[in-house]
Structures are given as C-alpha cells and as structure tokens.
C-alpha cells in the first residue's frame, strides 16, 4: 500500500470512528510527558519547561507557551499554552493537553482547569487511558484530588483502537452512559443510563452496573453460558462470584434448563502463602436408571445427583508438600448427562511428599470411583497407604551411583482382593566413556520383596492373584549397555548414527504366586525395549538374560530435524517367557519396535510409533500422532490401531481409532474448527466390544470472534454413544465473552 492511500485510508478510518455523541476514544497525537530527570523535592515544588514565558507582576500571573511542561512529585502536565494564577492557585491548560496523575491514568483534553497541584480539575471534551488497561472518554470529567475522576455522557472501552496499520477503528464493543465514576483505589468503574455497543450497534441496555478495570477482581456477574442438549434442553448459565478476600472467592451459578429441574453449581477457592485449594459442588435432582446396558431404560426414578471436585497443594518449606484431590459422584452418567466430564473412572488422591536434592520421600493413599458400565465397584482398589522412600549415593562403589529404594504399598477391595506388598531394593549404575567414544553403562539391580493376599478367587484372572497368603521372593539383575555415537556434518546440518547394545542377566524368579496389581497392561515398544524390567510396575520383573540390540539415528539441519530409533531383544534362555502372548515378547525373538518423529519449523509435527511381528513384519502396533499448519490455522491428526491378537488378558484388548482436530482462520479474527474422535475397532480386534469398523464416538464443529478483548463463538457437538440417561445427541453451545466484564 502506498502512502498516500495508507493516509486516505486512515483519513476515512477517523471519519467512520468518530461517533455520533462526539465521545472521541483514540489517543490524540501529542504524547503525554515524560518523568522529570530531576523531580521535585516535595509537593509545594513545582517545575517547569516552555518556549515563552510572560509574568503578571501586579496580578501574579505566570503564562507559559510552547510545549509548556509542568511537574510535581506525583503528577505531570503538558500543554501548548497554561496560564497560572498564583494567587488563587488556578491553573488553566489549553492546546493538546495531557496530565498524568499518580495512579499512572492519563488524561487528555482540549482545555483542563485545574488546582496548581495538578491533581484536581475540570477536563473538556476528555479522554482517560488507563494504566490498568481501557480508556474512558467524555464530553466533559471532573478530576478529584484522590484520583476520581466523575464523566457526564461518557463511553469506556478495553479494546484496541488502531488496526494493525495503525488507522483509527470502532472497537469491537464499547459502554456508553449518561453518567460515568472511575475510582482508582478501587479500580472500578460505575456506570448510569449504560448502553453496550457490539462492533458499533447498541445491542444490551445496563441502566445502573459496575466492573473491574486491569488485572484485579471484584464481586459481580461473570460470562454466562447458554447451550442446548437433547436430554436437558436450552441450558442457561449465570455465575455471579462474591469477592470475599483478596485471597478467596466464592462462585454460584444456577443452571436452568427448559427440561429439567435447576441445577446448583458452587465452588470456592483459597489463596494462602503456602499453597491453594479449590473445591466445586453440584446438586440437582432428576431421572436416572441402574440399568445402564439398556439403550432406552425404562425403570427411571427421581433421585439426588451431584458431584464433588476439588484440588489441593500446599508447599510448607522448598522440600515438603501436601497435596491432594477429589472427585466423587452420585451414579455413572450424571457426568456425562450434564456435560461436566467424560472420564470413566475418577480417581481421589492425597500424597505428603519431601523431595531433597538427593532423596524422595512420599505418603500417598489413592481411591478410585469407577463410571464404566459393567464394572464393579467393589473390585476398585483403595490404596491406604503407599509409602516410597528413596536415596541416592553419588560416591557408589568404582565411582558409580547407588540409589536405595524401600516402598510399602496396602491395596483393599470392598467385594474383591485384598494385597500388601513391602521391598528394597538397591540398585548401582556405572557410566564411562572409552577411548574410542563408546559410552558403557555398568548396572547391577537386587531387590527383597514380602507379599500377603487374601481373597484371592475374587480376581477373574487367574494370573493376576497369586497364592493366598504370605509370599516372599528376590530378585536380581546384572546389565551392560553400550552406546556408540557417530556424529558428522551434512550439507547446512550434523546427522549422528548411534547403535546400541545391551545384555541383561537375570535369574529365574518367582513371579505366578506373586500377585499382580501394578504390571498388567504390558506392550513392548521404543521406550521400555532397553529398560531392565519391561513390565510397567513392581509386582512382575522380567526373569530372562537377554540380549538387545538397536540404533538411533537423528538428522539437524536448518529448520527441519529428524530423530529415529529401532531395536528388538533376544531371549538367551529357552525356559518360557511369563509374558502372554501377543505381547512382542512371548518368544525367544521379540517383535521389531521403533518411533521416528520429523519436525519442520514450527509448522510440521510427525511422531510414528510402530510394532512389527518379527515372523512376518505385520504391524502389531501402528501409532502416528502429526500437527501440520501454524497457530491460527491448523491439524490435528492422530492414528491408533493396536493389532496385538490377545484374548486371553482383559487389560490388552485390540483397538483402532482415529482422531482429527483442525483450526482454519479465514479473516483477521474469525475462524472455524472441528474435532472428532471415531472407533474403527471391529469384532475380529475386538470379540467383547460392540464397535462395527465404523462408530462415531462424537465430534464438535464451531466458529468463532476473537481480538483482543471479545470472544464470541457458536459450538455444535454430538454425542453417538448412550449409556443410560446420558443419551446420544445433539448439543448446541453458545460463547460470548468481553474483557474486564463478566470476570
């Protein structure tokens, strides 16, 4: 664009901005003055600049003109002219006038009269950017000395003025009023006779409200939520939160629906100087159903639902912490039906740590409410309690580390297995580095463990109960691992081959009569193929020598990065892995596993992980997660498909999905997205699940507004799976947000 028709473009931009009411909200062209070098000493001091200046000996007249700057202790005056009476103390500024008081609020004018302490006055055709962010503009404001400042036919607005060239513009919303009251001390302004205007229109009349300006909070109403939903119908929220202290708050928000009966939704928040809590209730009363199998149940009942949520974490000296959270229901669909979560399990935690520089100690208890249709409750463990303790020692044997572990863990079921389970273990690592560069790791692992079950049959798996009551084994591990790293230049970039090898010597241990709560969902891939144990917990060690051996490879060139690893194990002992089958590691020769992860600028993201069959390279496991596309416009795409051919083990059954996302931004501030998640599973993957090949499990579509001080957006989302009376369906959501209101 050429200047001239930049500065035509502008010049139109001042003529469609300026409003009817001739509140006049742009920052006029003379900046306001910057602090003296050398401020006055105290308050009867006053200093000041200008390019003429005349004295009225007989009346005590002082005029100055030309860039007239005038200073005090806390406040600051410019102006083209300003005549000062020192007798009465009456200051009149004319021409570009600009104040800045000690609040940091600057005001702007054609004419300011005022007291020679600059603090106090009357402003014509006025305009105030606030230091806290927003501008307020008046035909006329009175400035009080502490401050307060009264507007009469005024407009406020947080929003931008300028467009990105800089032109003047409507704000994306403003608030006219007859009457206008900013206070800074409680950085709040209060409005009479208001109007909202949204991009120009007027649109919400608020005869008498007041909102919070910057970053601080006040009582009053937040942003409401409207949305539809099949069971429920139109639901309308409206959270007003009561400012009780400058550290806690308490938010209640009524949700009526057109359905069904109101909801309370409360939640209370504390800010303390060594940690926060925050604790969210729910209560209503409607329709539920125990039958959850059934598609439309008709056994229906008026009952009490809600649900608890609340968070904790206190941190008492830099080493010891508290934290802890909550979540419990009423039944298995209320989440769902209102739209609060969609998790299905909901797990409650409470953990005493201290982490020192080189030590860990922890007290953590856990209980889990489980949301899935055919899961019983009684079978959820409650952890009461685990207790992990561990040190490391820098100065270990041969200059290694050693790392002491002692852990106590009590599992108890309501209607199912009870385990207490207590080891140490000792572990030391050794790392040197060979003349020719081959990085060698030295390990040697050994662990005591004591057990103690009871009511073993109720576990359905027979491998995972062990023998009732009190077991005892050890276990014991040596390790060589040796890398070798090869690094060279590349065109612009390095490129570095890095094979690995690793041998593990274990003997044979006693794992079956052991029971197994912590290492069932077992798989082989990239990031456990060179671990020493490959199951994910403590109750299973992997009891086989084995060698494994891999490469890594990475690409660095200028904007773009590639990294690679692939490996596979052989099992030096003929006995029979305790691995199930399907695994990667029931036979001698595990499957082949690999990950490779591409990067492009900041625009392509490509992460593959895979498993191969080792007899017949078919893909066992076939992960790809990719983000393409920048901030503002964007995909999301990821791919799961689990292939693995195990029945026996509920913990590992197959499963393929797909998962899409995307954000396009079609003009400067609007934009469409979408998401959806879908099952591709079928029988032959799975024989227990009732997915087809092709089921939906939901997907959201939107468009939305977004600058820098409005948010509005329409949300349209489905839900295909029903489960109870948290039914499939449509649900409509509507997104209207303005900065400093509502908060």
């Known amino acids: 664009m050429s200047r001239i028709s930049l500065l035509a473009g502008c010049a139109l931009g001042i003529v469609l901005a300026l409003p009817a009411s001739a509140q006049d909200l742009q920052t006029p062209v003379v900046p306001p003055p910057p602090p003296a070098a050398a401020p006055p000493a105290d308050d009867d001091q006053v200093k000041f600049s200008a390019n003429a200046l005349e004295y009225d000996t007989n009346d005590d007249v002082v005029t100055a003109t030309g860039d007239v700057r005038m200073f ?78 009264d507007l009469e036919q005024a407009a406020y607005t947080p929003c931008s003025v300028t467009n990105a060239e800089g032109c003047p513009k409507e704000p994306s919303w403003k608030i006219t009023a007859v009457r206008v009251v ?57 959270p007003y939160y009561f400012r009780l202290a ?117 007290v953590t208890g856990w209980a889990v409410q489980t949301l899935r249709v055919n899961d019983r409750q009684g079978l959820q463990p409650i952890a009461l309690p685990e207790i992990d303790y561990r040190r490391r020692f820098d ?33 030391w690592d050794l790392r040197r580095l060979t003349n020719w560069g081959q990085e060698l790791t030295f390990t040697a692992f050994a662990r005591g463990d004591a057990y103690n079950a009871h009511d073993t049959l109720e576990t359905t798996q027979i491998v995972y109960r062990g023998t009732e009551g009190f077991q005892t084994r050890a ?20 490129q570095r081959v890095t094979p690995r090898f690793q041998i593990v010597a274990a003997p044979r241990i006693k794992n079956f009569s052991i029971p197994n709560e912590d290492s069932r969902a077992v798989d082989l891939d990239d990031s456990n193929l060179f671990a020493l144990n490959r199951f994910p917990g403590y109750d299973r060690f992997e009891d086989s020598s084995r060698a494994t051996y891999g490469a890594e490879y990475g ?79 964007y995909a999301l795409i990821g791919y799961l498909k689990l292939n693995r051919d195990i029945t026996t083990v509920e913990d590992l059954r197959d499963r393929e999905e797909v998962r899409l996302a995307g954000r396009v931004q079609f003009a400067r ?32 579509l939107g468009i939305e507004y977004q600058d820098d001080c409005l948010r509005l957006g329409a949300t349209w989302r489905r839900d295909y799976r029903q489960i109870g009376d948290a039914r499939q369906g449509n649900n409509f959501l509507l997104t209207l947000a303005f900065t400093n209101l509502g908060r």
Do not use: C
């Open 72 to 149: 005090r202790t806390d406040g600051r005056l410019r102006a083209d002219k300003v005549v000062w009476n020192r007798k009465t103390g009456k200051v009149v500024a004319t021409g570009d006038v600009a104040i800045v008081g000690e609040e940091g609020d600057t005001a702007y004018g054609d004419s300011i009269d005022l007291t020679d302490s600059l603090k106090d006055g009357v402003v014509d055709n006025m305009l105030v950017v606030l230091n806290q962010g927003g501008r307020l503009a008046a035909r006329r404001g009175t400035r009080a000395t502490d401050g307060r400042i």
């Open 182 to 238: 900013y206070r800074p001390n409680r950085e709040r302004v209060y409005y009479q006779g208001a109007q909202l205007h949204l991009f120009g229109l007027p649109s919400i009349p608020l005869p008498q409200f007041s909102h919070p300006v910057g970053g601080g909070s006040d009582s009053g109403l937040l942003s409401p939520n409207i949305q539809y939903s099949r069971v429920n119908g139109v639901e309308v929220a409206l």
């Open 246 to 362: 400058p550290n806690r708050g308490l938010t209640l928000t009524p949700h009526v629906y057109s359905s069904v009966l109101p909801m309370a939704d409360v939640e209370y928040q504390q800010l303390s100087e060594v940690g926060a809590f925050r604790l969210r209730g729910y209560a209503t009363e409607s329709r539920r159903s125990d039958d959850l199998n059934t598609i439309d149940p008709t056994d229906t009942r008026m009952a009490f639902r809600g649900y608890l949520d609340g968070v904790a974490r206190y941190q008492f000296t830099p080493e010891w912490s508290l934290s802890g959270s909550l979540r419990v229901t009423t039944d298995r669909t209320f989440l769902r039906r209102y739209d609060i979560s969609r998790d299905d399990r909901l797990r409650n935690t409470a953990s005493l740590q201290r982490i020192g520089t080189d030590s860990y100690f922890a």
């Open 395 to 427: 100065d270990g044997i041969a200059g290694g580390k050693v790392e002491l572990q002692l852990n106590s863990l009590a599992l108890t079921r309501t209607a199912g297995q009870d385990t207490q389970r207590a080891f140490a273990s000792l572990r």
């Open 475 to 494: 276990i014991g591990a040596v390790a060589v691992d040796m890398r070798w790293p090869f690094v060279g230049s590349i065109g612009a970039g390095t």
């Open 555 to 633: 690409l660095n060139l200028p904007g773009f990065s590639l990294d690679a690893v692939v490996g596979q194990s052989y099992r030096l002992s003929a006995r029979p892995s305790i691995l199930p089958d399907g695994t990667g590691l029931s036979d001698r020769w595990s499957d082949i596993v690999g990950r490779t992860e591409l990067r492009f600028r900041d625009f392509v993201s490509v992460v593959h992980r895979y498993r191969l069959d080792k007899d017949n390279f078919f893909v066992r496991r076939n992960e790809v997660d990719a983000t393409i596309g920048s901030r503002s416009t």
């Open 669 to 700: 501030f609007w934009s469409a997205f979408g998401s959806a998640i879908v099952d591709l599973t079928d029988r032959n993957e799975d024989p227990l699940g009732v997915a087809d090949g092709f089921s939906p499990i939901r997907h959201r």
